[in-house]
């Protein structure tokens, strides 16, 4: 069977890269520089030049997307970003699946710039994304769903090799940092994604480029099992390297069948941190006023409070925290200044989970449409769990005068009608 498969170890992924990447790999030059017209004049203020163009660099045939921004749009808040992209969504003919690949990797950059930065990632009207804030990362993210929705498609596997990333150094907005940066680091820890670090002093994965991959490819694998190359489509990129030609390869491979597990990359494995302590002195509303704070802790997962009995038969609490290792100190001396307790145990626990990601359905009530966030969570590619958010219900409810307990069984009826969300 014929199958996508992205390669980044040459060096690493962008969203530029990528594209390029896939045009050559599908020919469909025209259809990227038809859809990039479309979504540069869709702001009038912007005045951008963007194409698609065959070239030779390093020897090589490939495509590069050339971009000049002389006047791009005003930093907005990410719900600005989401609804753009979605207006977009019809004028460029977007599929349902297409439109559900955005918002998922909208949503994955989004949780990453919250928990690295701080923000209420529900709250999207004060969060930025930055240096993402440009026209460019709309070309990146709804040009790939483009071209999958029109060369390929969305229930077909996707392969995908370690990513590469550079060393050294760089800066912007938050200072200088170390390759990889905060934000694509966390992006390859959350979405368990096998990288690798070579020796050149550049940053060779975006964060852009790294969250299209890890909701484009469906088997993150450390090798290709036996196959035959079909095609190939090389993407350069901008940047030029000090040691080795700059491109990102994608290929059209075919795999025997069975050769590789279906969706392995359905499967996270990760370790956290367990806190706990016992607190037999503490009064109800600081153990109330405790547990809010620390559920808004930057790094927090989860946290329990159960009634123990403790020495001299005394009634108490414990408290339990679930957290990530490099929150664990921070946390501790939290709990301890917070509730005057004399210790807290940690101890590190394994864990397997399902891939959890949150995507946005529009629902039709009336002759009024309103966006409601659906939580997914797959293992072994089956959905276990598919949840609408229950502040959009809330929200829907009081607009429209229906009952939460309809307005959830509509859309979940609606869910398992279109399977869209099961099959992705």
């Not at 301890?336 to 959890?356: D, K, W």
Request: charged letters at 20%.
């Amino acid at each position: 069977m014929n199958h996508i498969a992205i390669d980044p170890r040459q060096s690493g992924i962008s969203g530029d890269m990528l594209i390029g990447s896939l045009s050559d790999l599908f020919s469909c030059h025209d259809l990227v520089n038809a859809v990039i017209a479309k979504i540069v004049a869709f702001f009038p203020g912007i005045r951008a030049n963007y194409r698609c163009i065959q070239t030779k660099k390093f020897g090589l045939s490939g495509t590069f997307l050339s971009q000049e921004i002389q006047a791009d749009f005003p930093k907005s808040p990410v719900s600005t970003l989401l609804q753009m992209s979605r207006e977009l969504a019809r004028p460029l003919n977007l599929s349902s699946s297409a439109v559900s690949f955005v918002d998922k990797v909208f949503s994955t950059i989004i949780g990453v710039e919250a928990e690295i930065h701080g923000y209420d990632k529900n709250n999207r009207e004060e969060m930025h994304f930055h240096e993402l804030n440009s026209i460019d990362t709309l070309i990146d993210i709804l040009g790939v769903a483009a071209i999958i929705d029109t060369c390929s498609s969305w229930e077909s596997p996707v392969y995908g090799l370690p990513i590469c990333y550079g060393s050294g150094r760089f800066k912007f907005s938050h200072g200088d940092f170390a390759v990889p940066g905060p934000a694509v680091t966390r992006l390859l820890v959350k979405e368990n994604i096998p990288s690798v670090q070579i020796d050149d002093p550049h940053e060779l994965a975006t964060v852009t480029g790294v969250a299209l991959y890890s909701k484009l490819v469906t088997n993150s694998l450390k090798s290709l099992p036996l196959h035959t190359k079909k095609k190939i489509g090389l993407g350069f990129g901008s940047q030029a390297l000090d040691q080795r030609p700059n491109f990102l390869k994608t290929e059209i491979i075919d795999l025997e069948e069975g050769s590789v597990p279906s969706r392995a990359f359905d499967v996270n494995h990760d370790q956290i941190m367990v806190l706990e302590s016992h607190l037999d002195d503490i009064t109800g509303e600081l153990l109330g006023a405790t547990f809010e704070n620390l559920a808004n802790e930057q790094g927090v997962l989860d946290v329990s409070v159960y009634p123990l009995i403790m020495k001299k038969n005394r009634p108490g609490h414990c408290i339990r925290v679930l957290c990530t290792p490099d929150a664990s100190q921070r946390v501790s001396k939290k709990i301890i200044e917070t509730t005057g307790t004399l210790g807290v145990r940690h101890y590190l626990a394994s864990r397997h989970t399902a891939v959890r990601e949150v995507v946005t359905k529009v629902v039709k009530f009336g002759t009024s449409e309103y966006p409601v966030r659906v939580k997914i969570a797959k293992y072994e590619g089956k959905a276990v769990s598919v949840k609408p958010e229950f502040d959009d219900l809330m929200h829907i409810s009081r607009l429209t005068g229906e009952p939460i307990t309809s307005i959830q069984k509509r859309i979940l009826s609606e869910i398992e009608m279109s399977k869209v969300f099961y099959d992705q």
